[in-house]
C-alpha cells in the first residue's frame, strides 16, 4: 500500500523571493491592482511504500527527514507536510 | 575602559579601545557596528596593506591602479578595459549556489559602477578532494550558481580553472573574475562627489540578507531566535541586468556625477568610501531608504549585504531625468541625502538627527605589520633525490593516471553550464589554453586566463605566486598575445598565524618580482583571509586550513583575434616541436602524488634567471606566432611534457589525434620519470605551418632570443608513443579526460 | 530591393539579452535596417517592419517558467495580431520560449533532461526548405549553430506532434555532424529531436540554437546566417 | 483588508517531471528506498486586497483567472486555489 505526503517548500518571511517579484510586477502591468504580494515556492508530492513502516508516526519522520535533508534548504526555506 | 568581549563583533581589544580613544567614549551599537564592518579584514585590508603596496600598479597601459571599484587600462582606439577578480569564500562555502552567484553578481557589479559594460567572467574555483562526499554537491551548486547569475545578465562566462584538493574540504574558494569595456573618456568613479550634489540610492531593496551573527550586536541580530529570518543573500540576476542596462543609460546620459555600488558593508562601506575619496561628507536620511523587511534598525540598514543596489551622486535638476530611467526599468530610484563639505556622515532616523561620524575616523582603520615566521613544515620539507623513487614499472598506468586526473581532465562539464557564446566575441571558447575574445567593429582582441598553483604555493608560497603570474602569461603568449596586465586573488588562512602572514609575504613578493619582469602591472585584486575552520576529531579539535592560494587574472592583447593559435594538433603528420628548455625535478608534481601518493616534496628553486629566461622565451614565441609560423603551441605545466602532449592529441575537436615521439634526454641528467612528468620545464610544445624549421627565418628569431627549438616527433592519426617507455591508445586517454569530472 | 530597405524589428523585454547580438547581425553582417521594440512601445500593428525577431535572453529572468512572464506582456497582442497578418516572426531560444507560451506556435518548452544549462555546439538538419526561415538553406546540408539553454526539451501532445508533421511545421531537428537524427546527437531531451518549428502557414518560427552568434567566420560557423539570409530571400522574392 | 490565495501547480499526470525522476534518485542513492515516485511542482502564495471586490466569489474568479493566464501553463499543468 503507498501513501501519499505533499510537501509545501517556501521561503522564508524575510528572504528576497526574486520570482515573486517579477511575477507580481507583471501581473500589476496587466491590470491585476489588486494583488499585493507574490511568493513563489515548490510543491511536492511524495508517494510511498506504506508497508515497510510499523507506524504512520514512523513515516511521517522519514518524511520531515527528507523534507529536511533533500527538499528544502534550511537556510532559507521552511516547509509544512501533509499525509493523505 | 569597561569592555563587555562579547560584543566586540570581531574587533580585537586594542582597536576596540582605540575606538573609545578615537569617540572619547564607549560607542554604542550604531557605531561599533559601522566600526567593526570598516575596520574588518575585508573592508580595511588591514594585515595586507604593506604588502600590496609593494606591487607594481601602474605604468605600460595602466590608466588607473587598485583604489577604485577595478582597475583599467589602455586598449587603444578611445576603448579602455576595466577588470577585477574577488574571492566569495565564505558564503559560497555556506550555501554554494546563492554564494557562488552573488558573488558573480558582486564582481559585475563593481565593473559596471565604473561605466564599463561587462563583456566576460572568468572564475577560479577549489573544491575539496575528489573524493570527498560533499565534494559533488559543492561542484554542482557553485557551477550551477555561476551559470544562473552570469547567463541571465547576458555575459559569457570564458574560462577559469576548477581544482581539487583536501586542503579545500572544509573551506571551499569560489574568485570570480569580469573584465568590462568602456570609453576612455566615460570612466566614472566614487570619488567625485560635489558639495550639493544629492545622494541617491538605486536597485533592489534593502533587506536583512548578510549581516552576519558573528559580526552583530545587540539582541535583534539573535538568528535562532528568529526562525523567519535568513541573513543568506539571494541573488536576483534579472534585478542586475536591469540596473546594468539602467546604470550605463544614466551615465550615457551624463546623469550621474560620481557612483559606487554596494558590496561588503553595503550601505556602510559605499556611503563611507564614497565621501572619503571625494574628500566630502555627506547628510543621510535612513527614514529614506527603501526596504524589503519591516522594523529594521538603523544598524541593520547600513550593514544589510542585500543585492543589486547601487549608491550614486547626481545633481539636484538632474534627479528628474534619472529617476525616469530607474523607472523606466522598474527599479528603486530614492534620494537619501546630499553631499556636505564637511567631512562627516550625518544620519537622521525618524525625521531627526540620528548620529554623526567622522569619515576619516572610520575609513582610517589599522593598519598591520603582523609578526611572520617561516613554517615549521617548510623548514623541514626533504629534498628530493635522484634514487629516493625508483621509476615506477608501468609507466604508462601513471600516464593514465594522470592525463584523467580531476585536476588535468577537461572540465567541459563544468562549463558548459554556462553560456559562453553569448556576445558574440567569444573567438577561443573555454576549454583550451587563454580565453580569446575579439571586439567587433575591428580586428583587435584580447585575452584572459586564471591562474593559480596552491600545492606549490603551499610547499614555497614564493613560487606558488611567481609562477601564477609565468603560467597566465605563458598561456596567453601561447595563444599569440601579449600580456598586459594582472589583477590577484589572494586567499589565505588566518593573518593572526605568524606562518601563515609568512606565506602571504612571500606569495606577494613572488607575484611582485614576476609582475615587474613580465611588465604586468596589478591593478586590481582582492585579499581573502582566514579561509580555515576549526573541526573536530575524536575530542582533539584542529583546525582545517587551506593551502596558501594565490590566483592571478591575466589580460592580454592581440591585433588580430583571427589569427590567435589554438593549442591542439591540426592534423596527422605535423611535426612536433620544443621550444625552450626542459628541466627536471619532481617535488609539488602531480607525478609524485599519483605515483607515491605524496607531493610534500621541496620544489626547485626559483631564481631570477628563471624569469629572464621566461621572458625571452615567451618573446621568441610571440614572435613566431605573429609571423604566422605556428600552427599549435602549448607550455608545459601540470603533469609535464607527456600531459601537453596528450592535451595537444586530443582537444582537437573535430578529429582523434595521436603523437610519436623520439627524443634521448639522456643528455639532461634526467630521468624517464622526470623527463615525462616534471612540471618545472620552461618549453612549449609548437606544430609549424609548413616544415619551417630549419628556415632562416626561424634561426634567426631563435638566435635574436637565444631560444632552443628542436624536433621531437610527428603528429599521427591515433597512439600514443614516447620512445619506449609510453605506448597509450589515444581513444583511451580521450575518453578518460573528457568523462574523469 | 536592396537589403538595407527591408526593415526589421527586434522585441526588448526585460531581460532580453540577445537583442543586442542580433541587431548587430542583421545590421552589420546582413545589411538589414534593424530597430529594437521596447516591450511597452505603442507599436501598434507593427505594420512598419518586414519581419520581425523576438531574441533571446531572460525575459523577466525566465522566472515562473521560461518565457511566461514576457508571454503576457503588451507587445505580444502586437506580435500576435502580425502574425495573424501573415507577418514574418522568428523566436530564438527564449524568442521560441516566449512564442510557445503566448499560443503563437505549438507546444512547451520542459527543462532540458540533464537539468543544466548547455551551452554546445550542435548540428541541425533541415526538414522543410520551403519556409521563409530555411528557402535559402542548401539541401543535404547539415548546420553547426551553438545552443545555450536550460529549457529546450520541447514536448507537445502526440496529437499537436502529427499535425505539425503532417503541416511540414517541424523545420530542424538536432541531428550529428553527418546529419542522421540520433538519440546522442539530441542536446536537452526534445522530442523527435524537435529543435525548431513553424506555425501552419509557416510565417511564425521558433528555434532553440542561436543563428545570430553563428553567422561571421570569427566564431567558427556561418551556418546560422541561412536562416536570416532565408528571410531576406524570402522577403525580397514576395 | 488582505486576503490570501495559495495556489498548487502541479504537471499533468501525462507530462515527464525530469525534476521529480532527478528528486527520486537522490532519494534513492540516499537510502529512501521507500519513496516510490516524485512530482515536482509549485506552490503560489498571493496576496490580495479584498476590499474592491464586491464578493469573494470575484476575488475567487481573478484568482482563477490569474492562475489560468499566469501562473500555470493549461497544456502540462493544472491547479487547484484555496482562499484564506
Ligand atoms: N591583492 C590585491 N592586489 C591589488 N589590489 C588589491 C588587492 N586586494 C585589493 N585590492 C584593491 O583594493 C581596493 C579595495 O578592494 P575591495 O575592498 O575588494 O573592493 P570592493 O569595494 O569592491 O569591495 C580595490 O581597488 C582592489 O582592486
Ligand atoms: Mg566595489
Same mark, same amino acid.
Given at each position: 500500500m503507498t501513501k501519499k505526503a505533499f510537501i509545501k517548500v517556501t521561503l522564508k518571511e524575510e528572504v528576497l523571493d526574486p520570482q515573486g517579484k517579477a511575477v507580481l510586477s507583471v501581473l500589476k502591468s496587466s491590470g491585476y491592482d489588486n494583488v499585493k504580494d507574490v511568493r513563489v515556492g515548490k510543491y511536492i508530492e511524495l508517494e510511498i511504500d506504506r508497508d515497510n513502516f510499523p507506524s504512520i508516526e514512523k513515516l511521517k519522520n522519514e518524511v520531515e527527514e527528507i523534507s529536511d535533508k533533500v527538499? +528544502?534548504?534550511? =537556510?532559507?526555506?521552511?516547509? +509544512?507536510?501533509? =499525509?493523505? | 575602559m569597561k569592555k563587555n568581549t562579547e560584543k566586540l563583533f570581531g574587533l580585537s581589544a586594542e582597536e576596540y579601545d582605540k575606538i573609545c580613544g578615537l569617540l572619547g567614549r564607549e560607542p554604542d551599537d550604531f557605531e561599533l557596528g559601522i566600526f567593526s564592518a570598516m575596520w574588518s579584514e575585508h573592508c580595511s585590508y588591514k594585515s595586507s596593506k604593506v604588502y600590496l603596496r609593494t606591487l607594481p600598479s601602474g605604468g605600460g597601459k595602466v590608466l588607473i591602479g587598485p583604489?577604485?571599484?577595478?582597475?583599467?587600462?589602455?586598449?587603444?582606439?578611445?576603448?579602455?578595459?576595466?577588470?577585477?577578480?574577488?574571492?566569495?569564500?565564505?558564503?559560497?562555502f555556506i550555501e554554494p549556489f546563492q554564494g557562488s552567484a552573488t558573488g558573480v553578481g558582486g564582481i559585475m557589479r563593481d565593473i559596471f559602477t565604473m561605466g564599463a559594460r561587462p563583456v566576460a567572467n572568468l572564475n577560479s574555483l577549489r573544491f575539496g578532494s575528489f573524493s570527498h562526499p560533499k565534494t559533488s554537491y559543492y561542484l554542482s551548486e557553485v557551477a550551477r550558481g555561476i551559470g544562473f547569475y552570469g547567463n541571465c545578465m547576458g555575459v559569457p562566462t570564458v574560462g577559469g580553472e576548477v581544482v581539487f584538493d583536501e586542503c579545500y574540504n572544509d573551506n571551499i574558494l569560489v574568485n570570480a573574475f569580469t573584465i568590462g569595456i568602456a570609453k576612455k573618456d566615460s570612466i566614472f568613479l566614487s570619488s567625485k562627489c560635489e558639495t550639493g550634489n544629492i545622494v541617491v540610492y538605486v536597485g533592489?531593496?534593502?533587506?536583512?540578507?548578510?549581516?552576519?551573527?558573528?559580526?552583530m550586536a545587540s539582541e535583534e541580530f539573535d538568528l535562532k531566535k528568529n526562525k523567519r529570518r535568513s541573513t543568506v543573500q539571494v541573488g536576483d540576476p534579472f534585478t542586475e541586468k536591469l540596473l546594468l542596462e539602467a546604470c550605463l543609460e544614466a551615465m550615457e546620459k551624463k546623469l550621474i556625477v560620481s557612483i559606487q555600488d554596494m558590496g561588503a558593508a553595503g550601505l556602510t562601506s559605499?556611503?563611507?568610501?564614497?565621501?572619503?575619496?571625494?574628500?566630502?561628507?555627506?547628510?543621510?536620511d535612513l527614514d529614506a531608504i527603501p526596504l524589503r523587511t519591516s522594523g529594521m534598525t538603523p544598524v541593520e540598514m547600513m550593514l544589510s549585504e542585500s543585492q543589486e543596489r547601487m549608491l550614486l551622486a547626481c545633481e539636484n535638476e538632474k534627479f528628474g531625468e534619472l529617476k525616469g530611467i530607474f523607472d523606466k526599468w522598474g527599479l528603486n530610484c530614492v534620494k537619501i541625502g546630499e553631499v556636505i563639505g564637511e567631512k562627516v556622515i550625518k544620519f537622521y532616523y525618524k525625521s531627526k538627527i540620528y548620529k554623526i561620524l567622522d569619515v576619516g575616523v572610520i575609513v582610517n582603520g589599522p593598519e598591520y605589520e603582523r609578526p611572520v615566521k617561516k613554517p615549521g613544515y617548510i623548514e623541514k620539507m626533504p629534498e628530493l633525490k635522484t634514487g629516493d623513487y625508483k621509476i615506477p614499472e608501468n609507466l604508462n598506468d601513471i600516464a593514465v593516471k594522470i592525463a584523467t586526473h580531476p585536476n588535468i581532465a577537461s572540465k567541459k562539464p563544468v562549463f558548459t553550464?554556462?553560456?559562453?557564446?553569448?556576445?558574440?566575441?567569444?573567438?577561443?571558447?573555454?576549454?583550451?589554453?587563454?580565453?580569446?575574445?575579439?571586439?567587433?567593429?575591428?580586428?583587435?582582441?584580447?585575452?584572459?586566463?586564471?591562474?593559480g598553483n596552491s600545492r606549490l604555493a603551499y610547499l614555497d608560497p614564493y613560487a606558488g605566486g611567481l609562477l601564477a603570474v609565468v603560467e597566465c602569461a605563458r598561456n596567453i603568449t601561447a595563444c599569440g598575445g601579449f600580456?598586459?596586465?594582472?589583477?590577484?586573488?589572494?586567499n589565505f588562512a588566518s593573518p593572526e598565524d605568524p606562518e601563515i602572514m609568512w606565506q602571504f609575504a612571500e606569495a606577494v613578493k613572488g607575484i611582485k618580482e614576476a609582475a615587474l619582469k613580465l611588465n604586468t602591472p596589478v591593478i586590481s585584486g582582492n585579499v581573502s583571509f582566514y579561509n580555515e575552520t576549526a573541526k573536530k576529531d575524536g575530542d582533539k579539535t584542529y583546525i582545517s586550513k587551506i593551502y596558501p592560494t594565490p590566483v592571478i587574472g591575466m589580460l592580454g592583447f592581440i591585433e588580430d583575434a583571427g589569427k590567435a593559435v589554438t593549442p591542439f594538433f591540426k592534423g596527422e603528420g605535423g611535426e612536433i616541436y620544443i621550444l625552450g628548455r626542459l628541466n627536471g625535478g619532481l617535488g609539488g608534481s602531480l607525478y609524485l602524488d599519483a605515483a607515491f601518493g605524496d607531493f610534500r616534496k621541496k620544489p626547485v628553486g626559483i631564481d631570477l634567471e628563471y624569469l629572464d629566461y621566461e621572458v625571452r622565451l615567451q618573446n621568441c614565441l610571440r614572435v613566431l606566432i605573429n609571423k604566422g609560423l605556428v600552427k599549435s603551441a602549448v607550455d608545459i605545466s601540470e603533469g609535464g611534457i607527456?600531459?601537453?602532449?596528450?592535451?595537444?592529441?586530443?582537444?582537437?575537436?573535430e578529429r582523434n589525434l595521436g603523437f610519436d615521439v623520439r627524443y634521448d634526454f639522456s643528455g639532461l641528467g634526467i630521468r624517464a620519470d622526470e623527463f615525462l612528468f616534471s612540471e618545472f620545464s620552461q618549453a612549449f610544445i609548437i606544430t609549424f605551418e609548413k616544415a619551417f624549421a630549419g628556415t632562416k627565418e626561424i634561426n634567426g628569431i631563435l638566435k635574436e632570443f637565444d631560444i632552443n627549438l628542436e624536433k621531437i616527433g610527428i603528429v599521427k592519426k591515433d597512439g600514443m608513443k614516447i620512445n619506449d617507455i609510453i605506448d597509450l591508445k589515444s581513444d583511451k586517454i580521450k575518453e578518460g579526460y573528457f568523462s574523469a569530472i | 530591393m536592396e537589403n538595407k530597405k527591408i526593415k526589421a524589428g527586434i522585441t526588448v523585454f526585460p531581460g532580453s539579452n540577445c537583442d543586442y547580438d542580433v541587431y548587430r547581425v542583421l545590421n552589420e553582417i546582413f545589411g538589414v535596417r534593424a530597430s529594437f521594440i521596447w516591450h511597452k512601445d505603442e507599436v501598434k500593428k507593427l505594420g512598419g517592419f518586414d519581419f520581425i525577431v523576438i531574441p533571446g535572453g531572460f525575459s523577466y529572468g525566465d522566472y515562473l517558467r521560461s518565457g511566461a512572464l514576457a508571454a503576457r506582456s503588451p507587445v505580444m497582442e502586437y506580435v500576435k495580431d502580425y502574425a495573424e497578418r501573415s507577418g514574418i516572426v522568428l523566436g530564438i531560444c527564449n524568442g521560441f520560449q516566449i512564442l510557445l507560451e503566448a499560443g503563437i506556435l505549438d507546444g512547451v518548452m520542459l527543462a532540458n533532461i540533464s537539468l543544466k544549462f548547455e551551452c554546445k555546439d550542435v548540428y541541425l538538419k533541415t526538414l522543410n526548405f520551403d519556409s521563409p526561415f530555411t528557402c535559402a538553406i542548401k539541401k543535404d546540408c547539415v548546420l553547426k549553430l551553438p545552443i545555450a539553454h536550460h529549457d529546450g526539451n520541447f514536448f507537445a501532445a502526440d496529437g499537436t506532434i502529427d499535425r505539425l508533421n503532417k503541416n511540414g511545421s517541424i523545420i530542424f531537428k538536432y541531428c550529428d555532424r553527418e546529419g542522421n537524427i540520433t538519440a546522442g546527437s539530441n542536446p536537452n531531451g526534445s522530442l523527435y529531436n524537435?529543435?525548431?518549428?513553424?506555425?501552419?502557414?509557416?510565417?511564425?518560427?521558433?528555434?532553440?540554437?542561436?543563428?545570430?552568434?553563428?553567422?561571421?567566420?570569427?566564431?567558427?560557423?556561418?551556418?546560422?546566417?541561412?536562416?536570416?539570409?532565408?528571410?531576406?530571400?524570402?522577403?525580397?522574392?514576395?
Open positions: 527538499l +528544502s534548504n534550511p =537556510l532559507i526555506e521552511e516547509y +509544512s507536510i501533509e =499525509l493523505k | 583604489g577604485e571599484n577595478a582597475g583599467v587600462v589602455d586598449f587603444g582606439d578611445g576603448d579602455v578595459l576595466v577588470f577585477k577578480m574577488e574571492s566569495h569564500n565564505h558564503p559560497s533592489s531593496a534593502t533587506g536583512m540578507d548578510g549581516i552576519h551573527g558573528a559580526t559605499s556611503s563611507f568610501e564614497m565621501a572619503d575619496k571625494s574628500g566630502k561628507g555627506m547628510a543621510i553550464q554556462y553560456d559562453y557564446t553569448i556576445g558574440t566575441g567569444t573567438v577561443v571558447p573555454p576549454g583550451f589554453s587563454a580565453a580569446v575574445l575579439r571586439v567587433k567593429g575591428g580586428a583587435k582582441g584580447f585575452l584572459l586566463d586564471a591562474n600580456p598586459v596586465a594582472i589583477t590577484d586573488c589572494l607527456f600531459t601537453a602532449l596528450a592535451e595537444s592529441a586530443v582537444t582537437n575537436p | 524537435i529543435a525548431g518549428i513553424s506555425n501552419k502557414t509557416f510565417n511564425v518560427a521558433g528555434l532553440m540554437p542561436h543563428p545570430e552568434r553563428s553567422s561571421e567566420k570569427i566564431l567558427g560557423s556561418q551556418d546560422g546566417g541561412y536562416v536570416f539570409k532565408s528571410i531576406i530571400k524570402y522577403i525580397k522574392e514576395k
